[in-house]
Structure formats: C-alpha cells, structure tokens
C-alpha cells in the first residue's frame, strides 16, 4: 500500500519537530522619568546656565515623557558635532529615572544627532526652571549692597 503525504501533512510534521521559536520581546515599554537637568555652555558670551525639570514643573511633562521614551533611551551618550567651530552651545543632558537609574547624553548646538534629544533639550529650555545658573562670586564694582548682584543680561526674565 502506498502512502501520500501531502503538504499539509508535511507542515504540521515540520511544526511538530521544529524547536519552539522563542517569543518576540516584548516592545520596550516607557521608563518614567521624574527630573531632567540640562547644563547649556558656550554662545556668543560664553554664558553657562542650568535648566531643571521635574514633575512639580509646569509644562514638565512632554520633556518627562519624550525623555522616559525608548528611542530616548536608546541614544549614545555623546553626539560631537562635525565642525567644532566656535559660539556653539554645548549641552549635557542628565535624565534621572523612577528607581534610581540616570542617563546622560552630551552634544554640542548643529550636532547630527536623533529628533528625540532635541525635542528634550529644546522642551527643557522653554519649561525648565533655573536654578542651578551660576551667579557671580563676586559683587559688580560699584555696588555697596551686600545683597546679591543684579541679574547679568542674558538671565533676565529667565528665573
């Protein structure tokens, strides 16, 4: 007596003796972000400033949000800008995870460097509150107050 397999008989053999593929990963879900600092350096005056983002920040919850995203946390830790010329910004980008986790990315103004971390960086500068900008170590000259100094120009209606 002769014996027919047919294709279909074939496909469920090949199933039945084929290794169980493994499961696809699941998508990576998002990691909230609770604080996000911002260091900017550098311009035309050379002005370094701090900007601070957290969930008590009004507006602070886009730059959260893209900043707890996959593709956010997939970037490298550094993007060098191509022609290092001068009176660009430098940014540091620290975002600081539920848990305890941290992740820091540096890049410099016109850098070639994925949409998410300027979305971040661009969201923290309208949002973020300053607090950490330096201030002088000194009194301007011609001040006796011992108060603190006023304001340098490019600070003003910031904080």
């Given amino acids: 007596m002769k014996?027919?397999?047919?294709?279909?008989?074939?496909?469920?053999?090949?199933?039945?003796?084929?290794?169980?593929?493994p499961a696809a990963p699941a998508a990576?879900?998002?990691v909230p972000a609770t604080a996000i600092v911002l260091e900017r350096s550098g311009g035309l005056t050379g002005a370094q400033e701090s900007f601070a983002v957290d969930r008590s920040t009004p507006g602070g919850q886009r730059p959260l949000?893209?900043?707890?995203?996959?593709?956010?946390?997939?970037?490298?830790?550094?993007?060098?800008?191509?022609?290092?010329?001068?009176?660009?910004?430098s940014y540091r980008l620290t975002v600081v995870y539920r848990g305890g986790g941290h992740k820091?990315?540096?890049t410099v103004q016109g850098a070639a460097a994925p949409r998410v971390l300027w979305d971040v960086i661009g969201s923290v500068e309208r949002v973020g509150a300053c607090p950490l900008s330096p201030m002088p170590a000194t009194a301007p000259r011609g001040t006796h107050d011992s108060g603190p100094p006023p304001p340098r120009k490019e600070e003003r209606g910031r904080c």
């Fill in 65 to 89: 949000r893209l900043a707890g995203s996959p593709a956010f946390r997939k970037l490298r830790g550094s993007y060098p800008p191509r022609d290092p010329c001068c009176d660009l910004y």
């Fill in 28 to 30: 990576a879900a998002p």
């Fill in 3 to 21: 014996r027919v397999i047919t294709r279909a008989g074939v496909v469920a053999v090949v199933a039945a003796l084929a290794p169980a593929a």
């Fill in 104 to 106: 820091t990315v540096t």
